[in-house]
């Protein structure tokens, strides 16, 4: 009888007390890539997980954790690149925090962020992507660090812009000797559409454009100058393209002359 004693307290040492085949509760447990999310940069969700505009050179990832989740820490690891892509992970100067991420090596890949849930159980931090192409794409999954658990795969791929463009006004007038202003609308699914891309050029009668290329604001405007500072009359043809995409729109000044007093 003291043998079966003897060997229960073993056992019970053994897996219930064990440092090592503890969970550890600074971590969470059941991961799950459906916790991760991505904002911006034209992100949309897909059955693998999410498509990505070329054209973007940061998105915000943002990691949604259950209420039991509160303060622990977390790790995501991306891996598997093809296409050419990169990715840059932006560190914090204060250790793991909920606002950026703190750099890990896994299995000689130095795509890990190791990060800590705020009090809303909320993580967000941005990638930084370059040389993306539609045929670039990588992979990422959740970890529980110590517990040893991960979750299914999600795949981060990226598409060509789908964005629509149209001028604001077809015709505007400029005043010969000044700039002429030219705005457009850029949009995606009937919606305005921020931080996209948009290149410029001319013909016509003019000077200089004020930018050769330009972000759509939060209305998904975006707006060029074109001088004509030697007063000649006329008019000039402004094409605006989503960069990397097949849209484009023109919009035309039409210069005329004032009498100063």
């Given at each position: ?81 093809v296409g050419g892509v990169n990715l840059d992970l932006v560190a914090g100067n204060d250790g793991p925090s909920s606002t950026a991420c703190d750099r890990q090596t896994l299995g000689g890949n130095s795509h890990t962020c190791f990060f800590k849930l705020d009090a809303n159980s909320t993580a967000t931090f941005p990638l930084l992507l370059s040389n993306m192409s539609s045929a670039g794409q990588f992979k990422y999954k959740v970890l529980a660090g110590p517990n040893i658990t991960e979750s299914t ?109």
């Amino acid at each position: 009888m003291r043998k079966i004693v003897s060997s229960f307290i073993a056992l019970v040492l053994l897996f219930g007390a064990s440092p090592a085949l503890a969970i550890d509760n600074t971590w969470i447990t059941s991961p799950t890539r459906f916790a991760v999310s991505i904002q911006g940069g034209g992100a949309e969700v897909t059955g693998a997980g999410y498509s990505i505009s070329t054209q973007a050179q940061s998105v915000t990832l943002k990691f949604s954790g259950t209420a039991a989740q509160a303060g622990k820490f977390v790790q995501i690891n991306f891996f598997d690149f093809v296409g050419g892509v990169n990715l840059d992970l932006v560190a914090g100067n204060d250790g793991p925090s909920s606002t950026a991420c703190d750099r890990q090596t896994l299995g000689g890949n130095s795509h890990t962020c190791f990060f800590k849930l705020d009090a809303n159980s909320t993580a967000t931090f941005p990638l930084l992507l370059s040389n993306m192409s539609s045929a670039g794409q990588f992979k990422y999954k959740v970890l529980a660090g110590p517990n040893i658990t991960e979750s299914t795969d999600g795949i981060m791929s990226f598409v060509t812009p789908k964005n629509k463009i149209a001028p604001v006004l077809l015709n505007v007038r400029g005043i010969a000797g000044g700039p002429g202003a030219t705005q457009f609308l850029v949009t995606n699914k009937g919606k305005p559409s921020a931080g996209v891309r948009v290149k410029f050029t001319f013909t016509g009668v003019g000077e200089n454009l004020s930018a050769l290329n330009a972000t759509s604001d939060k209305n998904g405007i975006v707006t060029v100058y074109l001088t004509n500072l030697k007063f000649y009359k006329g008019s000039a043809k402004i094409t605006a393209r989503v960069i990397g995409g097949r849209e484009k729109a023109v919009a035309y000044i039409w210069w005329f002359k004032v009498k100063y007093l």
